[in-house]
């Protein structure tokens, strides 16, 4: 039986976690469980799986919560930031799933590794915006970081066994996001209504307005880098607008391994779960005489410049992915609040980069600085852009 602790239970992944919980009840056990503010569903999911260590983002809410459990059920109840910590080094945890959205999850994942958690990692802004120090921790705990994002996990998948030094490149699969054919002009009128109608995944609000303007791609190449050790120029992205193929490692013989399957992301927190084994699941499958077509095309760049702001401040590397991931959260908070257009997003990003000279931090807390420093940079340029 795997211990669990889970950090946003109540998104979208943290809700497909639940359900694979659900369905192996001999295998797995939730024991600790951390969301935002969605403190009704929490109360539902706390009833449900009773876990022993519980938090919220607000006091008031870690208070209502309380005031709402039976008389039987006494979970330690935190909030905030250290309610996070909390959950995410729960004694009994085994594995640590990391589903929050934003450079929040960098405090409580080092948190965990620092407390030998396995971690199930689809909270991709904490490898951004601080990849080398905590592939450094992970590295110095001896502890892993398993992939759940569909394409790193399709990644692991085709690289099972084999050795990097046979590895030419990966290549990440894009679906091109909802405006793959729209022109320039199209696209400065979007609404964030329509950016959030994703053609192939239904995910959180932050990660579908990543995926419109291609910048999701972007903290990709950046997530693949720090997982699996590699150059830039050996990570490359290719739109396939079926979400069929999730990912795919070409070899130096030539030998391309591809990963298939119905875009599902219950299927990649499963294997980060199951993992080194593959349980049996009753999940649809993917029918391949249904299917009529895999294509493929290169990303247009000059239309969705957020990959190429991604794969320059990767390469230059230190605070420049962190100041890059800030500014996007707040680009992004700002495209959905109806403050900025959709073209605007991959502005604010630029300019806040532009405003920051580059260093190489030596410590978590000045990735912390640096990413509070973008922040507040990058909403001066909200009204001036
Ligand atoms: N959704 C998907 O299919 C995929 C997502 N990912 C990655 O997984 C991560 C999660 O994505 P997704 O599930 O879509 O996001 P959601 O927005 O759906 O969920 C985010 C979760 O984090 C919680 N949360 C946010 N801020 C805080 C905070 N300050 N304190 C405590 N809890 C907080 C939310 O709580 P509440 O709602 O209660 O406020 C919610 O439980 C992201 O990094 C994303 O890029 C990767 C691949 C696929
Ligand atoms: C499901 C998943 O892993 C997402 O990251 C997804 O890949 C987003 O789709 P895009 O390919 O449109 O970014
Ligand atoms: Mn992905």
Known sequence: MKQLSILGSTGSIGRQTLEVVEQFPEELKVVALAAGRNRDDFLKQCLSHRPRVVSLELEEDARWLREQLPGQYHPEIYFGLNGLVEVATCSEAAVVLTALSGAVGLI???????????IALANKETLVAAGEYVTGLAAKNKVQLLPVDSEHSAIFQCLHGESKLWVRRIILTASGGPFRQLDQKAL???TPQMALKHPNWSMGQKITIDSATLMNKGLEVIEAKWLFDLDFAAIDVVVHPQSLIHSMVEYGDGSILAHLGIPDMRIPIQYALSYPDRWFNSLPRLG?????????????????????????????????????????????????????????????????????????PSSLEEIIEVDGWARKRAVQFLTNI
């Open 288 to 360: 391949l005489t249904e299917i009529k077509a895999l294509t493929f095309e290169q990303p247009d760049t000059g239309r969705f410049p957020a990959l190429a702001l991604a794969y320059a401040a990767g390469k230059e590397g230190g605070t420049a992915p962190a100041v890059m991931n800030a500014a996007n959260e707040i680009a992004v908070h700002a495209f959905l609040a109806g403050e900025i257009q959709f073209l605007d997003i991959p502005r604010v990003v630029e300019k806040t980069l532009n405003a920051h000279q580059t260093f190489k």
């Open 188 to 190: 400065s009128r979007v």
């Open 108 to 118: 409580p994942t080092c948190a965990a590794i620092e407390a030998g958690k396995q």
